[in-house]
């Protein structure tokens, strides 16, 4: 609680806004994942190969067949986090084994999930007033496939993907108002001007 205070008092003076899209704090424990130290990860060659220190070669490279730049950081904090909770990672296998036997769906959901830029990096940029248009362009078209990804976990039966299918929202309205207020190809920076659609708004 002590750490949270004073990181949130530090994020206070330096970023100088309310804060307010931090609703929620919540602690990490370890309890939940397998400890894993340093030495370990190496010799298992989780992420990196213990002679080059690459990638190409690890656990990790064999896996990762993610196609958004938040899957692949989601995959390698599950392989450098185990569960070990047996119901978290029974409802884990059942989602994945669900994907395995659904191969139409899964292709689909790969489909939409590829043209999805970095929306964590995306929403800290909108967040902070540091986004140009195109950031904003790419955000709508990230937004874009949200419905057609909640159209195909709609039919799921795993509990995992049945929550993230009730839990997603495809902000619809989001999606819309960027559609309707920036020009499909704006220029880069902001004092350039041409960014906003003739007839959305006058002032």
């Given at each position: 609680m002590i750490a949270s205070g004073s990181l949130l008092k530090y994020l206070y003076e330096t970023q100088k806004n309310s804060l307010e899209q931090i609703s929620a704090i919540h602690p990490y424990t370890t309890g939940k994942f397998m400890v894993l130290d340093s030495s370990t990860r190496r010799n298992l060659e989780l992420v990196e190969t213990l002679r080059e220190k690459a990638k190409r070669g690890s656990l990790l490279w064999v896996l990762d067949k993610t196609k958004?730049?938040?899957?692949?950081?989601m995959l390698r904090s599950f392989v450098e986090q185990p569960l070990i909770e047996k119901e978290?990672?029974?409802?884990?296998?059942d989602a994945i084994e669900e994907l395995m036997q659904r191969a139409i769906d899964r292709e689909e959901l790969r489909e939409y999930l590829n043209p999805v830029y970095d929306l964590e990096r995306l929403l800290t940029r909108i967040t902070y007033q540091s986004?140009?248009?195109r950031d904003l362009i790419a955000f709508q078209s990230s937004l874009s496939m949200l419905p057609s990804v909640k159209c195909i976990l709609k039919d799921m039966e795993s509990d995992l993907l049945k929550e993230i299918y009730e839990e997603l929202d495809p902000l619809e309205e989001l999606c819309d108002l960027v559609g309707r207020a920036i020009q499909e190809e704006p220029p880069l920076a902001m004092k350039e001007g041409g960014i906003i659609k003739d007839g959305y708004n006058e002032e």
């Open positions: 958004t730049a938040m899957g692949a950081r978290e990672i029974e409802g884990r296998l986004a140009n248009p």
